[in-house]
């Protein structure tokens, strides 16, 4: 009895090892390492705390995670090696950091997953469909910040806000109707002018300063090139109009104020997008997501000059204030 005991023992155990084993091969099997091909538009510090959040996130997934890097520089011959090196690794996803990276991936790999990050107006630029349905094989992270979250900081420093302005160009008119709805439903008024031309921009400043009570900006590089930036910026000073700006180097310049994103926070919204994919989501039905972590930026030496007083409650949180 007690030998027959031992035998249905050391059977069981074999049996019960064997399954194990079975199901580690399984895993095995399943934990395979996810090839992650990302290209970047450049070598900037945002661009690398943009690839390091990211990174953050997708490892925190999947440690088995290889991620092989293709720099951009400026000559096109180098981005057609890119392209090769990349139908060479055959990625499961690429991973694009900026609109240059962007552009060259959607062009060349409509069969591979992609994921951009850090790109502004992704809808404006043809990257996507829309930003609630991106379609085809692409979605990511936008630099954008949402049109109402502006408005209402530009409120908290001028509560009784009602004609905006803004000037744009043939570059940023769709970006218009939307805005204009949203100030809307904000008992705003956005004004708007279109600049066709840098010659046409004081014509177009000065009717605008007569019409409204501040002017906000969108990032349009057909009108913000240096010498027209200077003019509007010093006019907006003199005349006493609260200019706000579409990032922190505005400011710097003389901009009353704009908000900023945080580019890691950025990355880290592009590597959640990524882990999603990963999971069996079709990249055309996620959503493109919009700057989450916002800065607050002012110049005190502007808003001294057209006698503005920046609430406590946002002088407290700038992250930075220029003097």
């Given at each position: 009895?007690?030998?027959?005991?031992?035998?249905?023992?050391?059977?069981?155990?074999?049996?019960?090892?064997?399954?194990?084993?079975?199901?580690?091969?399984?895993?095995?099997?399943?934990?395979?390492?996810?090839?992650?091909?990302?290209?970047?538009?450049?070598?900037?510090?945002?661009?690398?705390?943009?690839?390091?959040?990211?990174?953050?996130?997708?490892?925190?997934?999947?440690?088995?995670?290889?991620?092989?890097?293709?720099?951009?520089?400026?000559?096109?011959?180098?981005?057609?090696?890119?392209?090769?090196?990349?139908?060479?690794?055959?990625?499961?996803?690429?991973?694009?950091?900026?609109?240059?990276?962007?552009?060259?991936?959607?062009?060349?790999?409509?069969?591979?997953?992609?994921?951009?990050?850090?790109?502004?107006?992704?809808?404006?630029?043809?990257?996507?469909?829309?930003?609630?349905?991106?379609g085809r094989n692409i979605t990511g992270a936008s630099l954008d910040i949402p049109v109402d979250i502006q408005f209402k900081y530009f409120?908290?420093?001028?509560?009784?806000?009602?004609?905006?302005?803004?000037?744009?160009?043939?570059?940023?008119?769709?970006?218009?109707?939307?805005?204009?709805?949203?100030?809307?439903?904000?008992?705003?008024?956005?004004?708007?002018?279109?600049?066709?031309?840098?010659?046409?921009?004081?014509?177009?400043?000065?009717?605008?300063?007569?019409?409204?009570?501040?002017?906000?900006?969108?990032?349009?590089?057909?009108?913000?090139?240096?010498?027209?930036?200077?003019?509007?910026?010093?006019?907006?000073?003199?005349?006493?109009?609260?200019?706000?700006?579409?990032?922190?180097?505005?400011?710097?310049?003389?901009?009353?104020?704009?908000?900023?994103?945080?580019?890691?926070?950025?990355?880290?919204?592009?590597?959640?997008?990524?882990?999603?994919?990963?999971?069996?989501?079709?990249?055309g039905d996620i959503r493109v997501t919009t700057a989450d972590v916002i800065w607050f930026h002012y110049n005190e030496n502007t808003a001294?000059?057209?006698?503005?007083?920046?609430?406590?409650?946002?002088?407290?949180?700038?992250?930075?204030?220029?003097?």
């Open positions: 009895m007690f030998k027959h005991t031992g035998y249905c023992l050391r059977k069981t155990l074999a049996v019960a090892v064997a399954a194990v084993l079975c199901q580690c091969a399984g895993l095995a099997e399943q934990v395979q390492a996810v090839d992650i091909a990302v290209l970047t538009s450049d070598n900037l510090t945002s661009t690398q705390r943009t690839l390091s959040g990211a990174k953050t996130v997708i490892a925190g997934a999947h440690p088995e995670t290889r991620f092989t890097v293709f720099f951009l520089d400026k000559d096109p011959e180098h981005h057609a090696a890119a392209v090769d090196s990349i139908r060479n690794l055959n990625p499961s996803l690429i991973l694009t950091v900026g609109s240059s990276a962007t552009e060259l991936a959607q062009k060349n790999f409509t069969g591979i997953p992609i994921v951009f990050s850090s790109v502004k107006y992704p809808e404006l630029s043809g990257f996507v469909e829309s930003a609630r349905r991106p409120r908290r420093i001028i509560p009784e806000l009602k004609r905006l302005g803004v000037l744009y160009t043939k570059n940023t008119e769709s970006l218009i109707p939307g805005a204009k709805a949203i100030a809307r439903q904000m008992g705003l008024e956005l004004v708007a002018v279109h600049v066709q031309s840098d010659r046409d921009l004081p014509e177009a400043l000065d009717s605008l300063i007569e019409s409204v009570e501040a002017i906000w900006s969108v990032a349009d590089a057909n009108l913000f090139k240096p010498t027209s930036t200077r003019y509007i910026l010093l006019n907006t000073v003199r005349k006493g109009i609260p200019f706000m700006g579409f990032s922190r180097y505005v400011v710097e310049s003389g901009a009353l104020c704009a908000l900023d994103f945080d580019y890691k926070a950025v990355g880290f919204q592009a590597g959640a997008i990524v882990n999603r994919v990963i999971a069996g989501e079709r990249p001294k000059r057209i006698h503005i007083s920046i609430p406590q409650e946002l002088a407290s949180i700038a992250k930075e204030v220029y003097r």
